[in-house]
Each structure stands twice: as C-alpha cells, then as structure tokens.
C-alpha cells in the first residue's frame, strides 16, 4: 500500500510558476515510479509527466514538454513538479500517483492516488 498527499496548489498568474510537492508513505519509495495527472472541470485526467524509481528517467507531455519538470527525492519519499509560464489553459486538480503497471501515460496504471490539489491560473 502507498499512501500520496499533495500539496503547494495555489492561484497564480499566467506566466508564473508554481512547484507541487507529494509525500509518500508505506511501502519502499525508490521501488516505484511515480506519475503526476490533471484534471480539468468535465475532462477527463491527463497525463502530464512521469518518472523512474531512481529518477534517471522522465517523460512528458507535449502540453508541459519545455515549461515543467518532475524531479523526485527518494530520500524524503517526496515527489515534485516544478510548473513554469503556466497558462490559464494549466487550470486544474493536479494529482499524483504511485506504481504504475502498464504504461506510465495511462492513468488506469496507477493505483494509488493523492486527494489532488488545485492550480488555477489567472488571465
């Protein structure tokens, strides 16, 4: 079992940036990836980075690619997502999520979820 909780959400103007953290507890952090999605109100949740147990290995999407970066600190069980000229189009619950088996991109992957935290991104 993995236990996730977000944090560092928050309203923000457009062009600004934001850094998400999630804490991790239960089983050994550094054994499994981690993921962050988004969801926006009446769409469905979209992948939006993902990375290694180690943390040697990252992946985007096309709509973050160049503006984010997900790092992770496998020594205080913490995973982070730094948000940079964030756009109001970047306005949603941000969640993050433990272990994926399948593909990384997918959120049916993951079984373990943070309670999400919202970002809303000003005009």
């Known amino acids: 079992q993995v236990q996730l909780v977000e944090s560092g959400g928050g309203l923000v103007q457009a062009g600004g940036s934001l850094r998400l953290s999630c804490a991790a507890s239960?089983?050994?952090?550094?054994?499994?990836?981690m993921g962050w999605f988004r969801q926006a109100p009446g769409k469905e949740r979209d992948f939006v980075a993902a990375i290694s147990p180690s943390g040697g290995s990252t992946f985007y999407a096309d709509s973050v690619k160049g503006r984010s970066t997900i790092s992770r600190d496998n020594a205080k069980n913490s995973v982070y997502l730094q948000m940079n000229s964030l756009k109001p189009e970047d306005t949603a619950v941000y969640y993050c999520?433990?272990?994926?088996?399948?593909?990384?991109?997918?959120?049916?992957?993951?079984?373990?979820w943070g309670q999400g935290c919202q970002v809303t991104v000003s005009s």
């Open positions: 999520a433990a272990d994926p088996e399948g593909s990384w991109y997918s959120s049916r992957a993951y079984d373990y």
């Open positions: 239960g089983r050994t952090f550094s054994t499994y990836a």
